[in-house]
């Protein structure tokens, strides 16, 4: 069984710019969520998408966005990237439900210069 | 509102000794906890969870963790540390809401296992 894929692995852009970075999760799992990891941050709650609606957002901007597929594909975009920005974006699936936890991708690295 | 925190930024310890990283849990109603590692430049790895029942709780790679109630700790332990166990880990809670359903977890901000051959 396929896991949590994500793309690109890595990302470089300018500031001002805008990113989009790609997630398809396990089959099978119908929620997403994203997250930010910044250096000597931990992990940043952004987004769940579970059937194609969003459900929850964490404390962030609303240059950040994202959207999810009838496949249940989703994808984050980063609109007037700025340097802070610069972080590991991790996607990770699961089924609806309290009992069950994440299977995580591996990440895009997104270099804001 | 749910959370978890890590005291420790960083463990050190010797392979071949036992290895605790720690976990305590402030919830609203019923637990449900999780511990994740999470190797250089990589996504999180699922380790274990506890959602009710026994307070052992045994996972991968030979760790377990110990749910406390009335300690409200949730702390990961393995009887003998390998130089392979070096990374980061994290604990995590569900939080609440969604006609009861759980969504987001929420966790803490990581613990640095470092252990020295």
């Known amino acids: 069984e396929a896991g949590v894929t994500q793309s690109p692995t890595h990302l470089i852009k300018t500031r001002g710019q805008q990113a989009t970075l790609r997630c398809s999760p396990i089959?099978?799992?119908?929620?997403v969520y994203w997250y930010q990891q910044a250096l000597g941050l931990g992990l940043q709650f952004l987004l769940w998408?579970?059937?194609?609606?969003?459900?929850n957002r964490g404390n962030f901007p609303p240059r950040f966005s994202g959207r999810q597929f009838p496949n249940y594909s989703s994808e984050l975009n980063v609109n007037a990237l700025e340097l802070e920005d610069s972080a590991l974006y991790l996607c990770?699936?699961?089924?609806?439900?309290?009992?069950?936890?994440?299977?995580f991708g591996s990440g895009t690295r997104l270099t804001v210069v | 509102a749910q959370s978890v925190a890590q005291p420790e930024d960083q463990v050190n310890v010797a392979e071949g000794n036992p290895l605790t990283v720690k976990c305590t849990y402030s919830v609203s109603g019923n637990p449900y906890l999780f511990w994740y590692v999470q190797y250089p430049n990589r996504g999180l790895q699922f380790l274990l969870k506890y959602i009710t029942g026994d307070n052992l709780v045994k996972g991968s790679y030979g760790f377990e963790a110990e749910f406390n109630k009335s300690q409200t700790s949730f702390h990961l332990k393995k009887p003998s540390a390998l130089v392979s166990d070096s990374a980061l880990y994290f604990c995590a809670v569900r939080d609440g809401g969604y006609g009861g359903a759980t969504n987001k977890l929420i966790f803490g901000t990581g613990t640095l296992l470092a252990v020295q051959p």
């Open positions: 089959s099978g799992h119908t929620s």
């Open positions: 998408y579970d059937e194609g609606e969003e459900r």
């Open positions: 990770a699936s699961s089924p609806l439900g309290y009992l069950y936890g994440y299977t």
